[in-house]
């Protein structure tokens, strides 16, 4: 783990996933206005799978699939938390949802915009964040 790096713990809202992600203490997070981000309120933290660690769950998810049928939606089947999951635009990564974080891990978040209707051009710029390391 890079020195710039915390551990930050999350999970959804019954316990039943428990996961840490490593990130900065300072946080660039996307709000998307897509149909399934603007339902869930999802603020999307994007990590290398290597940075993601399930701690506990995996028994409690079930997946949601839509249209191309990429992105892999995690629900806990328990109280339906969305707190992580694979999305299409970076499927080497996860998706973690800043509002599923314990916050006492996070100093700082700046939120951007990410376009659904001009998804060339966003998926363009969070390509590579699931690649960093």
Known sequence: ??????????????????FRVEAPADLEVWECNCSMCTMTAFLHLIVPASRFHLVRGKEAL???????RIAQHLFCRHCGVKSFYVPRSNPDGYSVNLRCLERDSVRS????????????RSEAAVRALSRQE
């Open 109 to 120: 978040v700046t939120v951007k915009q990410f376009d659904d209707h001009d998804r060339e």
């Open 1 to 18: 783990m890079s020195a710039e790096h915390v551990v930050h713990q999350g999970g959804c809202h019954c316990g039943a996933v428990s």
């Open 62 to 68: 079930v997946t949601y699939t839509f249209n191309t």
